[in-house]
């Protein structure tokens, strides 16, 4: 089983509650597609309290921060979707992409792709700010044009009951979790909104 996290755009905070989902199900993480550092890994790996998940190396580490087709371009190599395959492991999998769904990996495949290839359920990140509806409903578009299963929205920043309202009215998915604006994000933190997500995803 594996989920794939995807956001509304990039810095939404995909890898934020990917330590979350891997806290509360003790589920292993990959980042497929790197483009700059810090890694995601790493991030990940400095926000995680529990022992049994276990972190898997990208399948394409790229050196510079922009959309990975251009990183990959700078850095002389050519992303091909073949080249995605499931880490070996009997966990749960928490699959976390790169900007939004249709950030490109090359002239043709998009990071979304990638779900669809691996059978992932989607978890949509959409954080909250003005023109985030707009963005939240673009992007539910995409997911639902293609046909993949989402397994839930995840609401992150200061709430905004009518921005959470219409956008769950309009797509009939569920909420799983809302996670505040924070003035620290630690491991206390992660193990806080993992006590509450475990509770929507059982
Ligand atoms: N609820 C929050 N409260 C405070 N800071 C947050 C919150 N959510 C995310 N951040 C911060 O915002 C930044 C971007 O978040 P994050 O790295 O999770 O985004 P991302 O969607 O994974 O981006 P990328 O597309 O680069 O993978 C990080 O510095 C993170 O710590
Ligand atoms: C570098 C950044 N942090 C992400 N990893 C990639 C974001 C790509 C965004 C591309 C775009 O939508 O314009
Ligand atoms: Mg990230």
Redesign the pocket.
Known sequence: MNYFVT?ID????????SAILCEALEADYWKPVQAGLPR?SD?VKGLISNTATRIHPEAYLLQTPASPHAAAKIDGVEISLDNFRLPETMNTLII?G??GCLVPLNDRDFVIDIARRLHSQIIL?A?LYLGSINHTLLTCEALTNRKLPVKGIIF??DTNAESERIILHHTGWPRLLN????KN?TRETVRHYAHQLKSSLA
């Not at 990039?10 to 509650?17: A, C």
């Not at 996670?179 to 924070?182: A, H, Q, R």
Request: aromatic content about 0%; hydrophobic content about 25%; cysteine-free.
């Open positions: 956001g990039t810095d939404s905070g995909k890898t934020l509650v995601d991030t976390e790169a900007g990140v954080d992150n920043g996670i505040s604006k924070e994000i």
